[in-house]
């Protein structure tokens, strides 16, 4: 099956630094890739998505990237606030698998 | 808001014991998956249902079983409970079966003692 894995597991910036998260996939055959993020106390809530048809996608201070060559996508937070502070969790999976799994999760803090 | 209710909340309950988890999905997504997190850890994957029947399955434990019923809510059942089984049980929703989007709810918090 499907092995994500997530670093680093712990970030902590600066706010206004950007912060980069990364993932790596093992199924070649997986072409969705989300990314949560998970507030204490909350259930993790969708932020962005890829699709293996795309390498790059963007929205407002967050950006995504996808290398299917090299099984790896990572976040992208740009001018980070305190409000960024929570944990975000990776995940993959193949279109015809409802398996999604998620990666170990990192624990992002910004100082403010 | 995600529009999927999970409850209770919280669940505190003794070893050996059996409790349910009762998930309504949002209006409209047929398909509801259930994970499991435990303290500090990521997001395990146990099973998944689309409109009545089994789709997926996890790491799911036998004493752990699910279903959905007709008006689409499902219930996760964990029996003969054990001290490492607290945690939060988390359940999602999305529209279709091969779906993109989960959109997962506020989760219960199980406390076994």
Sequence with gaps: GENVEQHPSTLSVQEGDSAVIKCTYSDSASNYFPWYKQELGKGPQLIIDIRSNVGEKKDQRIAVTLNKTAKHFSLHITETQPEDSAVYFCAARKNNNNDMRFGAGTRLTVKP | ?113
């Design chain 2, 1 to 113: 808001d995600s529009g999927v209710t999970q409850t209770p909340k919280h669940l505190i309950t003794a070893t050996g014991q059996r409790v349910t988890l009762r998930c309504s999905p949002r209006s409209g997504d047929l398909s509801v998956y259930w994970y499991q997190q435990s303290l500090d850890q990521g997001l395990q994957f146990l099973i998944q249902y689309y409109n009545g029947e089994e789709r997926a399955k996890g790491n799911i434990l036998e004493r752990f079983s699910a279903q959905q019923f007709p008006d689409l809510h499902s219930e996760l059942n964990l029996s003969s409970l054990e001290l490492g089984d607290s945690a939060l049980y988390f359940c999602a929703s999305g529209p279709v079966a091969a779906n993109t989007e989960a959109f997962f709810g506020q989760g219960t918090r199980l406390t076994v003692v």
